[in-house]
Structure formats: C-alpha cells, structure tokens
C-alpha cells in the first residue's frame, strides 16, 4: 500500500509535489532516504552559506529549513487527523508569514539542521506506526481533496522541490 497515490487522491493544488516523488518505491522508504540524504547535504553548508539569499526578498538557506520544519509539521498533523478518521476540514497556512514569524535567523545553521532532524524523526515514526488501512483515507486540507498517502508524497516532494531550488539558485549547481 506504501505506493503514490491515484490521481482522484488529491486536489491541483498537491500535484506539482507529488509529481516529484519517484515512482518506484515504497513511500516510508523513500522518505527515510530523503532524510539521511537531505542531512548529508546541509552538514555540508556552512554558516555563511545558511544566511545566504539569492535576491533581498528571498528566503535564506536556514529560513528554507525553518520553512521545511513548520511544512512537516503541519503536513504531519493533518496527516494524523485524516489518518484516523477525522473529516474536519483542515485550513491551510501562509508560508511567507510563517517564515518572518518563526525568526530563524537567531540560530546558527547547525542549530537549524539539529531541529529539522528530530522533526523528521517524528514524522518518521508516525509514518511507520500507520495501520495499513489508513493510507487511503481522504480529508480534506488547505481546500482540497487529500488521501494519506498523499500527503506522505506531500512531505517528500516539498523538500525535493526546495533541494532543487537551493542547488539551482543558492549554490548554482545542477540537480
């Protein structure tokens, strides 16, 4: 069951993210790679480069992982609450206002990486502890039509979408 989702299992609004997610494999898998992955290449950055910003209004490397943390935790939540039955509808957040909100510029990047990975840690668990019936059980989050799985596809496109835009405009390498 830890396969991408069906395309009626979320909204236009979801697509571009899960489109990135590779189409093989099972999803927590491929999620706990991600993470290994993603902490390989931030220990690699060094200070500097976390404060660094491509153009003035743009988002510094530790404002992209303070971002990542607020998005796992929130894609999270909503992922436990549909997961166990819940059909509240779930609000979506404005990212831009989260990011000025959270002040990550206070911690060093190390300090931002440390608490990225207990995020994920977290996440990690909750993905493992889901019973298999509860990939395929929809709610709907931020307007739109989403399963679990999805939402797992979610998690994992997102932060593969940002490693894209931090290798292609913060460091000018290719992905």
């Known amino acids: 069951m830890e396969k991408r989702p069906n395309r009626n299992e979320y909204g236009d609004f979801y697509a571009n993210y899960i489109s990135l997610v590779p189409e ?9 790679e991600q993470s290994q992955a993603i902490f390989a290449f931030l220990g690699e950055l060094s200070d500097v480069q976390g404060g660094y910003r491509y153009a003035p209004e743009k988002w510094n490397i530790k404002q992209i992982i303070g971002h990542l943390i607020d998005n796992d935790r929130i894609m999270s939540y909503r992922l436990l609450r549909i997961a166990r039955g819940d059909k509240t509808p779930l609000a979506g957040y404005e990212e831009n206002d ?25 996440t990690l668990v909750l993905l493992e502890s889901l019973p298999q019936e ?42």
């Open 98 to 122: 989260y990011v000025d909100s959270g002040c990550f510029d206070r911690f060093t990047l190390k300090q931002m990486i440390d608490h990225y990975k207990l995020v994920r840690e977290s």
């Open 24 to 32: 093989n494999g099972e999803l927590v898998a491929i999620f706990r």
């Open 134 to 175: 509860a990939w395929t059980r929809t709610g709907t989050a931020n307007d739109s039509l989403i399963s679990v799985r999805a939402l797992i596809c979610v998690l994992i496109g997102h932060v593969i979408h940002h490693l894209n835009v931090i290798h292609e405009r913060y460091l000018n390498r290719e992905v």
